[in-house]
């Protein structure tokens, strides 16, 4: 490539890339699937969008679905290592 890219910009790289895929994906996402995006022109010609389905369904995917019922912990194990005391096991 360069000279100006040495191996102690690689992980800056690496953390750039990630974040701007991220926001790819985020915006490609909405772009397609968010039903208050209109880029159909007879949607954008109709002031308000009956779309109660649309937005629920949106609002409502499958990780928050699957989120919904597992209990709100980061890592389990050690948060139960932690608020027990020894006598509880």
Avoid at 63 to 82: A, D, Q
């Amino acid at each position: 490539m360069g000279r100006w890219i040495r191996p102690e910009v690689y992980p800056l790289m690496a953390a750039m890339t990630f974040v701007t895929s991220l926001c790819v994906f985020q915006l490609t996402r909405n772009v397609i699937l968010n039903p208050d995006v209109r880029v159909n022109k007879a949607h954008r010609r109709m002031a308000v969008l009956d779309n109660e389905e649309e937005g629920e369904r949106y609002a409502e995917h499958g990780l928050r679905k699957y989120l919904r019922t597992r209990r709100p912990e980061v890592m389990p194990s050690i948060n139960h290592f932690f608020s027990h005391s020894q006598e509880d096991k």
